[in-house]
T-cell receptor
């Protein structure tokens, strides 16, 4: 299995500010994804982070609000821009191990927006 | 479009009881993966199992077992002799086969399992 770390683990932010979340994997992976889990809810895919090209966003999520970078096969960032209290959620990075199909999740970033 | 339904919102059992968590899925693909994840109160998502749609054999891992029935589009999860440490939210998820489509996961709404001592 892949070992995934996320920074920060949690943060409390003010409305209107932005936060960048980092996801680091201990091995090269083909696919990286960003999910959001709102309080008491299931997980919803925000986007697929593509190495060397623009991320692929799901319906309801836009690049201006959630810019994503993936400069290499082991690292990605998600920025939550111009935050509002509705953005308070857990943000999770996940990876699909190369050639295996199993998907593993990072520990998540718990974001609270005041 | 893919869809995963976990009709049981919350289940409460007493320790040592057996419990089954239901999962029903919809997909137009003939090949796909099914997953179960555990999310304990600490919040991390723990991978439990991945099942390929070609493989309908049931699987057992310790106290955990999974029943995959393609005819009814179900992938149920049974915990035998439940323990307090099994208390968590359990998610069923679906992804398309890597070569043919969407590889991200579509999650069910989750089932919260409370195991009372």
């Amino acid at each position: 299995s892949a070992v995934i770390s996320q920074k920060p683990s949690r943060d409390i932010c003010q409305r209107g500010t932005s936060l960048t979340i980092q996801c680091q994997v201990d091995s090269q992976v083909t696919m990286m994804f960003w999910y959001r889990q709102q309080p008491g809810q299931s997980l919803t895919l925000i986007a697929t982070a593509n190495q060397g090209s623009e991320a692929t966003y799901e319906s309801g999520f836009v690049i201006d609000k959630f810019p994503i970078s993936r400069p290499n096969l082991t690292f990605s960032t998600l920025t939550v821009s111009n935050m509002s209290p509705e953005d308070s959620s857990i943000y999770l990075c996940s990876v699909e191990a190369t050639g295996v199909g199993e998907q593993f999740f990072g520990p998540g970033t718990r974001l609270t927006v005041l | 479009a893919q869809k995963v339904t976990q009709a049981q919102t919350e289940i409460s059992v007493v320790e040592k009881e057996d419990v089954t968590l239901d999962c029903v899925y919809e997909t137009r693909d003939t090949t796909y993966y099914l997953f179960w994840y555990k999310q304990p109160p600490s919040g991390e998502l723990v991978f439990l199992i991945r099942r390929n749609s070609f493989d309908e054999q049931n699987e057992i891992s310790g106290r955990y077992s999974w029943n995959f029935q393609k005819s009814t589009s179900s992938f149920n999860f049974t915990i035998t002799a439940s323990q307090v440490v099994d208390s968590a939210v359990y998610f069923c998820a679906l992804s398309e086969y890597p070569d043919t489509g969407r590889r991200a996961l579509t999650f069910g709404s989750g089932t919260r399992l409370q195991v009372q001592p």
